[in-house]
């Protein structure tokens, strides 16, 4: 398996929110690219588009970031079709690699990535090799992902690699300092901003990643570490349950239908 990657056909399925951004880069580049959309309780209903996309393509992402269930069966799916040699990479963000991989009959092929939406050219991706993984399609993922345009980092396995774990944890805390009335999200985003020189403040990354998501990779991190520093705020769920998500849903912290 080459470490250069050739203009051969990519398949990407999964949350819109990845495989719409991903597509786009990797058509930008010339890459014959199938996207394929499935959120949700059922992306299993892709299915059959999926296994006749799978047995063309020389690599697949899979960026389901949750339900759990369902992103296994993609998985499952994925790997029973595609050609032995081709690389999967899947996003694991509520996931290790490792895990992804025990879901697989070719182990060996799996790459796990951490990023976080919104996507762009020179955007930092994380790679991770499972334990049972394969150096040279780590390399070979690397390439791909580096001729696209984004900015790898090679870490060790573990649920929500290095950005996604500390930046939800913070994303968590401000939405705590709100629920304690310390202050409002715009005052501790802006506080953020001019004192951490952070791009965005906390509240209005988690409302562009996602509520939901946030709340998922925060499960996540505490069914894994089980130690409490983790543990999502009420206000968070509270609303996720309401479908205040975010820039999706046109409301989270902040309203996003009027700007």
Request: proline letters at 7%; one cysteine or more.
């Given at each position: 398996?080459?470490?250069?990657?050739?203009k051969?056909?990519?398949?990407?399925?999964g949350a819109?929110?990845f495989?719409?951004?991903?597509?786009?880069?990797?058509?930008?580049?010339?890459?014959?690219?199938?996207?394929?959309?499935?959120?949700?309780?059922?992306?299993?209903?892709?299915?059959?588009?999926?296994?006749?996309?799978?047995?063309?393509?020389?690599?697949?992402?899979?960026?389901?970031?949750?339900?759990?269930?369902?992103?296994?069966?993609?998985?499952?799916?994925?790997?029973?079709?595609?050609?032995?040699?081709?690389?999967?990479?899947?996003?694991?963000?509520?996931?290790?690699?490792?895990?992804?991989?025990?879901w697989?009959?070719?182990?060996?092929?799996?790459?796990?990535?951490?990023?976080?939406?919104?996507?762009?050219?020179?955007?930092?991706?994380?790679?991770?090799?499972?334990?049972?993984?394969?150096?040279?399609?780590?390399?070979?993922?690397?390439?791909?992902?580096?001729?696209i345009?984004?900015?790898?980092?090679?870490?060790?396995?573990?649920?929500?690699?290095?950005?996604?774990?500390?930046?939800?944890?913070?994303?968590?805390?401000?939405?705590f300092?709100?629920?304690?009335?310390?202050?409002?999200?715009?005052?501790?985003?802006?506080?953020?901003?001019?004192?951490?020189?952070?791009?965005?403040?906390?509240?209005?990354?988690?409302?562009?990643?996602?509520?939901?998501?946030?709340?998922?990779?925060?499960?996540?991190?505490?069914?894994e570490?089980?130690?409490?520093?983790?543990r999502?705020?009420?206000?968070?769920?509270?609303?996720?349950?309401?479908?205040?998500?975010?820039?999706?849903?046109?409301?989270?912290?902040?309203?996003?239908?009027?700007?």
């Amino acid at each position: 398996m080459g470490t250069q990657p050739l203009k051969e056909r990519i398949l990407i399925v999964g949350a819109s929110a990845f495989a719409e951004d991903l597509g786009r880069m990797f058509l930008d580049q010339g890459y014959p690219t199938a996207v394929l959309i499935g959120e949700g309780e059922s992306p299993i209903a892709l299915s059959p588009n999926l296994q006749a996309e799978a047995r063309s393509a020389a690599l697949a992402l899979e960026v389901l970031p949750f339900p759990l269930e369902s992103k296994r069966m993609l998985i499952t799916i994925l790997d029973e079709a595609l050609a032995p040699e081709a690389p999967l990479l899947s996003l694991c963000l509520t996931v290790s690699a490792t895990q992804v991989a025990g879901w697989a009959r070719r182990s060996g092929r799996v790459v796990g990535f951490a990023t976080l939406p919104p996507l762009t050219r020179e955007a930092p991706v994380e790679l991770a090799a499972p334990l049972a993984g394969d150096s040279a399609v780590l390399k070979s993922a690397r390439a791909y992902l580096e001729h696209i345009g984004f900015r790898i980092e090679i870490v060790r396995d573990t649920v929500g690699m290095v950005l996604p774990r500390i930046l939800c944890a913070l994303i968590n805390e401000a939405a705590f300092a709100v629920m304690e009335g310390v202050a409002s999200p715009e005052d501790i985003d802006t506080a953020m901003k001019l004192g951490t020189n952070y791009p965005r403040g906390p509240l209005e990354w988690g409302d562009l990643i996602g509520l939901d998501l946030v709340v998922a990779i925060l499960d996540a991190l505490e069914a894994e570490h089980r130690n409490g520093a983790y543990r999502a705020a009420p206000l968070l769920r509270q609303m996720v349950r309401a479908g205040f998500l975010g820039r999706k849903t046109g409301k989270g912290f902040y309203n996003w239908r009027t700007g």
